[in-house]
């Protein structure tokens, strides 16, 4: 069975400070892997995906994740928090093998201080 | 290119009434999920269909939910009848289905806002 795990539900930098958010994954084979961002009122948009190819992806507004199979995990980050990054995150995992399943984390909502 | 559409955006209605929300997916996408997001339970996969037949319906609350697809282009959760805690959004996302290097991954609706009173 596939789960997420994102370690804590809300996270708060200061502006221009590293963001980190944690996704930790269980699958026996690995998954595709996404982040969301949701804004207030918003449906979830699709920040970046791991598909077994590079495992450093990049995504928009500056965010980037590493995929670590050794640590089956795939945290995100910015190098500079902005004001704008003030959002919930929401980890997805996808196993490659079984049709359009997507199981979602909790979700991180990030509070960026100025 | 349009995105999943979804209707109606805010829906505020008495204990027993029936609700129906709609989704128009993106076009092409074989794939169709229906979330609702609470504060108390998160995100949560209701049902989900490809090519128009339910694949998997175990998260429908109980039976007085329903989800239909009768095209490609159509989809609607019905609630009949409605409680105080069906309140939530509910969030319908579209997606191809996965096939060679295609990841299919969700493109998720604007949400519909349920308030039930």
């Known amino acids: 069975a596939q789960s997420v795990t994102q370690l804590g539900s809300h996270v708060s930098v200061s502006e221009g400070a590293l963001v980190l958010l944690r996704c930790n994954y269980s699958?026996?084979?690995?998954?595709?892997l996404f982040w969301y961002v949701q804004y207030p009122n918003q449906g979830l948009q699709l920040l970046l995906k791991?598909?077994?190819?590079?495992?450093l992806v990049k995504g928009i507004n500056g965010f980037e994740a590493e995929f670590k199979k050794s640590e089956t995990s795939f945290h995100l980050t910015k190098p500079s928090a902005h004001m704008s990054d003030a959002a919930e995150y929401f980890c997805?995992?996808?196993?490659?093998?079984?049709?359009?399943?997507?199981?979602f984390g909790t979700g991180t909502s990030l509070t960026v201080i100025p | 290119d349009a995105g999943v559409i979804q209707s109606p955006r805010h829906e505020v209605t008495e204990m027993g009434q029936e609700v129906t929300l709609r989704c128009k997916p993106i076009?092409?996408?074989?794939?169709l999920f229906w979330y609702r997001q609470t504060m108390m339970r998160g995100l949560e996969l209701l049902i989900y269909?490809?090519?128009?037949?339910?694949?998997?319906d175990s998260g429908m609350p109980e039976d007085r939910f329903s989800a239909k697809m009768p095209n490609a282009s159509f989809s609607t959760l019905k609630i009949q009848p409605s409680e105080p805690r069906d309140s939530a959004v509910y969030f319908c996302?579209?997606?191809?289905?996965?096939?060679?290097?295609?990841?299919?991954?969700?493109?998720f609706g604007e949400g519909s806002r349920l308030t039930v009173l």
């Open positions: 996302a579209s997606s191809p289905l996965r096939s060679g290097s295609a990841t299919g991954e969700l493109f």
């Open positions: 997805a995992v996808s196993p490659t093998n079984t049709g359009n399943q997507f199981y």
């Open positions: 269909f490809n090519n128009n037949v339910p694949i998997d």
């Open positions: 076009s092409g996408h074989n794939s």
């Open positions: 699958s026996s084979v690995p998954p595709y």
């Open positions: 791991y598909t077994s190819a590079a495992t």
